[in-house]
């Protein structure tokens, strides 16, 4: 069982940046893949970011490339996600996400425990 806590969310201008962060519990943090998901007001979750087991490969969602950075500290059991140059369009509710498997890592049916969700307001 892996219990997941999500924190950093708020309310930025566009331009700006914000750091989430998500705690694990549990002794067996380094054997999860860990996702960043996001979902806006009558839109399906959609994949974010996913991180591999020791960190060494990392995936991003084009809408995010090259703005967001996703990292994860074992020895703190905890994952972040760097968000730089947000937009309007990255408001969401952000929920991290944990898995054994890294085969489908943009499928949010394929994760096994959820936090609660952090949002992140992004005005213009």
């Known amino acids: 069982q892996v219990q997941l806590v999500e924190s950093g969310g708020g309310l930025v201008q566009a331009g700006g940046s914000l750091r989430l962060s998500c705690a694990a519990s549990?002794?067996?943090?380094?054997?999860?893949?860990m996702g960043w998901f996001r979902q806006a007001p009558g839109k399906e979750r959609e994949f974010v970011a996913a991180?591999?087991?020791?960190?060494?490969?990392?995936y991003y969602a084009d809408s995010v490339k090259g703005r967001f950075t996703i990292s994860r500290d074992n020895a703190r059991n905890t994952v972040y996600l760097q968000m730089n140059s947000l937009k309007p369009e990255d408001t969401a509710v952000y929920s991290c996400?944990?898995?054994?498997?890294?085969?489908?890592?943009?499928?949010?049916?394929?994760?096994?425990?959820w936090g609660q969700g952090t949002q992140v307001t992004v005005s213009s």
């Open positions: 996400a944990a898995d054994r498997s890294l085969r489908n890592y943009e499928r949010f049916r394929d994760y096994d425990y």
């Open positions: 991180i591999s087991w020791n960190g060494g490969l990392r």
């Open positions: 549990g002794r067996t943090f380094s054997q999860y893949v």
